[in-house]
């Protein structure tokens, strides 16, 4: 069984992730989006909120799996069984850091694989960090996240 793990906080989740799901979901019996726990970084969405928004966003697929996890994420890679991690990449300096971590995963776990996935042109100016600056200001963020995210978004605002 080929099994996958597409990291990250996902705190929005935004379109550029989606397109790199659904390109990605196909390749893989079971794909995790797992949603990486940093204790040392200020969040802008719960771990529960971004769970129930990438739920929302992927239930109509049943080869994707949402979960939380702390620590090394070959670590997590290795206790889901996962031998593959998918990175996605939106720019060169996107490519220079994830190569780097790629190695370092690599040589802590060489029976893991990191797959690029590179951006659709359109996509490439997305980033979460962005999202949130745009959020934070109540700024109109719908071209930026898919539809059930920013329902998710409304309701919990409100």
Excluded: W
Excluded at 79 to 87: F, G, H, L, Q
Excluded at 99 to 113: C, G, R, T, W
């Amino acid at each position: 069984m080929k099994i996958a793990l597409f990291p990250g906080s996902f705190d929005p989740v935004t379109k550029a992730h989606v397109d790199i799901v659904k390109r990605s979901v196909g390749l893989f019996d079971k794909l995790y989006i797992g949603i990486g726990v940093n204790s040392s970084k200020q969040s802008f969405l719960s771990i529960e909120q971004r769970q129930e928004m990438l739920r929302a966003v992927f239930e109509m697929e049943p080869k994707i799996h949402i979960i939380a996890y702390e620590g090394l994420t070959v670590d997590f890679c290795k206790s889901i069984n996962a031998n593959y991690m998918i990175r996605g990449i939106r720019t060169v300096s996107d490519f220079e850091y994830e190569k780097a971590i790629a190695q370092m995963n690599h040589a802590l776990a060489p029976d893991i694989e990191s797959i690029f996935i590179v951006s659709k042109p359109g996509y490439s100016s997305i980033s979460s960090t962005i999202v949130r600056e745009v959020l934070k200001h109540n700024g109109d963020v719908s071209q930026f996240i898919p539809k059930e995210a920013l329902e998710h978004l409304k309701a919990n605002r409100a």
